[in-house]
């Protein structure tokens, strides 16, 4: 797998999926719903965020519901990866499905700042901070789910498990 | 080797095979849901993997319960396109007026030692019926529906001992409350939450739902209580008759983490804004108005919530600048709080009763808070906007307190109102 390198968007612990997408956008299609992400805390979020971005959050990133919508705005604002010291257990789920490297680190939210540039590798977990010229060491992911990410989320990974027939 | 704990025996006896933590299985899926908000997401992946029919319709169910009935015209299409999906595809729907998909699950289709999966988070809810029960997103559930399977790790377990008798009118929610608050909003994550003890074994299913449906508050994957004499006599007047085994951990299971509560020494305890862990006791709050007082959802919606309810506010009114609202959390309760006098007497007292569903706890309708206000509820959650409003304030507590406080018009300890 690629190695993923992108630009800092930092938040903290606790972030659940109502900060990430209000309900009462739920019903707009997606690429619309995008607009609102992280709208509670920062509503300036989906205007400033550039392409590619790495989010790095504290603990328990993703609590709350189940919604599904919340890791596809994300996705569709271009985010590449998520760190974080904790996700709560749904998101984290959803995030793979979708294709989405997620990567629990405790050091990364306290070391790396907003802006910062940072390279991940999801097969090792491996996070560099180019500036500051050190490696962080994340979780890293079993085959299993890195197998879904590669395929592109869960549809295209039991798609091609159906079609190939392993 | 070691005893099992709950999880690991329902999903040992669901994979046909001796589980224990970590392993990563596939296995059966008996129960499969979700509600408005999601369904079309699911309809929608399942489209993208090609399959057009359910794995078994008649373990399928699709509700419509987070805005219903509708309030607005986007809204009105997505429930047209469920009903209509539905009966072409012959799985279950629950439409308009029916209830919370929690509630309906409950009440005619959740079995222990099965694995029920949802498209909402407080899907654990079901593991006080002893049901493996989480709560996935839409492309799981996706697959769920097409193949009538899942993958799970098998979660270790978080043994949660509750002895000693409640007073009345502390009630399950403040078990529920005290546990997160201390144990905090991530102190569960990926883990089984499993209830047990001399306490909950005096709970009625109503209390041991209360308790299983917080799980996901503190990152639980489930929440199990054990399956008794209860249980099976729950489900015997709710149409499942048959057998099931009787449910409980081994002496020797593995804990990875444990906590042991006192019920006889709780007092009412309240969640204040915005994190479901930022717990303390009703009677530390001090004075503090309240403009909006809800009572219902799938955590206390139930006839045995509006029961206390009822006792409290009989023959009393609800402070003037307060409103009560509350919400049946299915038809059944609905029916039956009609039949017993109770909904009569919260309507006396000043209470504004919604038709069945979710209503304001997810904040689409039927009533959002205004900028600043003030809202207790017996919700689950009280994250910043969750009722429709960022500039408001969600207060989380038991039905008896709720009651308690909308006679004031503050936060109110409910013992002085309980006799």
Same mark, same amino acid.
């Given at each position: 797998?690629?190695?993923?390198?992108?630009?800092?968007?930092?938040?903290?612990?606790?972030?659940?999926?109502?900060?990430?997408? +209000?309900?009462?956008? !739920?019903?707009? +299609?997606?690429?619309?719903?995008?607009?609102?992400?992280?709208? #509670?805390?920062? +509503?300036?979020?989906?205007?400033?965020?550039?392409?590619?971005?790495?989010?790095?959050?504290?603990?328990?990133?993703?609590?709350?519901?189940?919604?599904?919508?919340? #890791?596809?705005?994300?996705?569709?604002?271009?985010?590449?990866?998520?760190?974080?010291?904790?996700?709560?257990?749904?998101?984290?789920?959803?995030?793979?499905?979708?294709?989405? #490297?997620?990567?629990?680190?405790?050091?990364?939210?306290?070391?790396?700042? *907003?802006?910062?540039?940072?390279?991940? *590798?999801?097969?090792?977990?491996?996070?560099?901070?180019?500036?500051?010229?050190?490696?962080?060491?994340?979780?890293? !992911? +079993?085959?299993? !789910?890195?197998?879904?990410?590669?395929?592109?989320?869960?549809? #295209?990974?039991?798609?091609?498990? !159906?079609?190939?027939?392993? | 080797?070691?005893?099992?704990?709950?999880?690991?025996?329902?999903?040992?006896?669901?994979?046909?095979?001796?589980?224990?933590?970590?392993?990563?299985?596939?296995?059966?899926?008996?129960?499969?849901?979700?509600?408005?908000?999601?369904?079309?997401?699911?309809?929608?992946?399942?489209?993208?993997?090609?399959?057009?029919?359910?794995?078994?319709?008649?373990?399928?169910?699709?509700?419509?319960?987070?805005?219903?009935?509708?309030?607005?015209?986007?809204?009105?299409?997505?429930?047209?396109?469920?009903?209509?999906?539905?009966?072409?595809?012959?799985?279950?729907?629950?439409?308009?007026?029916?209830?919370?998909?929690?509630?309906?699950?409950?009440?005619?289709?959740?079995?222990?030692?099965?694995?029920?999966?949802?498209?909402?988070?407080?899907?654990?809810?079901?593991?006080?019926?002893?049901?493996?029960?989480?709560?996935?997103?839409?492309?799981?559930?996706?697959?769920?529906?097409?193949?009538?399977?899942?993958?799970?790790?098998?979660?270790?377990?978080?043994?949660?001992?509750?002895?000693?008798?409640?007073?009345?009118?502390?009630?399950?929610?403040?078990?529920?409350?005290?546990?997160?608050?201390?144990?905090?909003?991530?102190?569960?994550?990926?883990?089984?939450?499993?209830?047990?003890?001399?306490?909950?074994?005096?709970?009625?299913?109503?209390?041991?739902?209360?308790?299983?449906?917080?799980?996901?508050?503190?990152?639980?994957?489930?929440?199990?209580?054990?399956?008794?004499?209860?249980?099976?006599?729950?489900?015997?007047?709710?149409?499942?008759?048959?057998?099931?085994?009787?449910?409980?951990?081994?002496?020797?299971?593995?804990?990875?983490?444990?906590?042991?509560?006192?019920?006889?020494?709780?007092?009412?305890?309240?969640?204040?804004?915005?994190?479901?862990?930022?717990?303390?006791?009703?009677?530390?709050?001090?004075?503090?108005?309240?403009?909006?007082?809800?009572?219902?959802?799938?955590?206390?919606?139930?006839?045995?919530?509006?029961?206390?309810?009822?006792?409290?506010?009989?023959?009393?009114?609800?402070?003037?600048?307060?409103?009560?609202?509350?919400?049946?959390?299915?038809?059944?309760?609905?029916?039956?709080?009609?039949?017993?006098?109770?909904?009569?007497?919260?309507?006396?007292?000043?209470?504004?009763?919604?038709?069945?569903?979710?209503?304001?706890?997810?904040?689409?309708?039927?009533?959002?808070?205004?900028?600043?206000?003030?809202?207790?509820?017996?919700?689950?959650?009280?994250?910043?906007?969750?009722?429709?409003?960022?500039?408001?304030?969600?207060?989380?507590?038991?039905?008896?307190?709720?009651?308690?406080?909308?006679?004031?018009?503050?936060?109110?300890?409910?013992?002085?109102?309980?006799?």
């Amino acid at each position: 797998m690629a190695v993923i390198h992108g630009k800092v968007w930092k938040f903290g612990d606790n972030i659940d999926t109502d900060i990430i997408i +209000p309900a009462r956008y !739920l019903i707009l +299609p997606i690429e619309e719903a995008k607009e609102k992400a992280m709208e #509670p805390i920062r +509503p300036s979020f989906s205007k400033e965020f550039e392409k590619s971005g790495i989010i790095i959050a504290g603990r328990n990133f993703g609590c709350g519901s189940s919604r599904e919508q919340a #890791p596809a705005v994300l996705r569709a604002l271009g985010v590449s990866a998520i760190v974080a010291k904790t996700f709560a257990r749904i998101f984290f789920r959803n995030t793979i499905n979708l294709g989405i #490297p997620a990567i629990e680190c405790k050091e990364a939210c306290d070391k790396i700042e *907003e802006g910062e540039e940072i390279e991940i *590798e999801p097969e090792t977990g491996k996070i560099k901070l180019l500036k500051q010229a050190i490696t962080l060491q994340g979780s890293k !992911l +079993p085959p299993f !789910l890195l197998e879904i990410i590669k395929d592109g989320g869960l549809i #295209p990974h039991l798609k091609k498990r !159906l079609i190939i027939g392993v | 080797m070691a005893g099992k704990t709950m999880a690991e025996k329902i999903l040992s006896h669901v994979a046909k095979k001796d589980v224990e933590a970590g392993d990563i299985i596939i296995v059966d899926v008996e129960t499969v849901f979700a509600h408005d908000g999601t369904a079309p997401l699911a309809f929608e992946e399942m489209k993208k993997m090609g399959v057009d029919t359910f794995f078994d319709p008649n373990k399928v169910v699709i509700v419509t319960d987070h805005t219903t009935p509708s309030p607005s015209e986007k809204i009105s299409n997505i429930h047209a396109f469920l009903r209509n999906y539905c009966r072409e595809n012959g799985c279950n729907f629950r439409g308009v007026g029916r209830g919370i998909g929690h509630q309906l699950l409950i009440e005619e289709f959740v079995k222990p030692w099965t694995v029920v999966l949802g498209a909402d988070s407080h899907t654990c809810t079901h593991g006080a019926l002893g049901a493996f029960a989480t709560g996935m997103g839409s492309t799981d559930i996706a697959g769920a529906m097409a193949f009538g399977k899942t993958w799970l790790k098998v979660p270790e377990s978080f043994k949660i001992l509750v002895e000693g008798e409640l007073k009345s009118p502390v009630s399950a929610k403040d078990v529920i409350l005290k546990i997160i608050g201390v144990i905090g909003a991530d102190g569960a994550t990926y883990m089984a939450m499993e209830f047990f003890g001399e306490t909950v074994n005096s709970m009625g299913i109503s209390e041991r739902l209360t308790l299983s449906n917080m799980a996901v508050e503190a990152g639980g994957k489930t929440g199990l209580c054990p399956v008794d004499g209860k249980t099976i006599k729950f489900l015997a007047e709710h149409r499942r008759k048959g057998f099931f085994k009787n449910l409980k951990p081994d002496q020797d299971a593995y804990f990875s983490k444990e906590i042991a509560i006192n019920a006889a020494e709780l007092e009412p305890m309240i969640a204040l804004p915005h994190t479901v862990d930022n717990v303390k006791a009703v009677s530390e709050v001090g004075e503090l108005d309240v403009d909006q007082v809800f009572i219902g959802t799938c955590t206390n919606g139930r006839f045995e919530d509006f029961e206390i309810v009822a006792k409290i506010l009989k023959g009393k009114k609800v402070a003037n600048d307060t409103r009560l609202l509350v919400q049946p959390a299915s038809w059944r309760v609905y029916l039956k709080i009609i039949e017993r006098g109770i909904a009569a007497t919260l309507i006396e007292a000043g209470a504004s009763i919604n038709p069945p569903g979710c209503g304001p706890c997810i904040g689409r309708h039927l009533g959002i808070l205004g900028d600043g206000e003030v809202c207790l509820s017996t919700q689950n959650r009280n994250f910043k906007g969750r009722m429709g409003n960022e500039k408001a304030y969600i207060y989380l507590s038991s039905p008896a307190t709720a009651a308690a406080s909308a006679i004031t018009g503050r936060i109110t300890d409910p013992r002085d109102f309980y006799h």
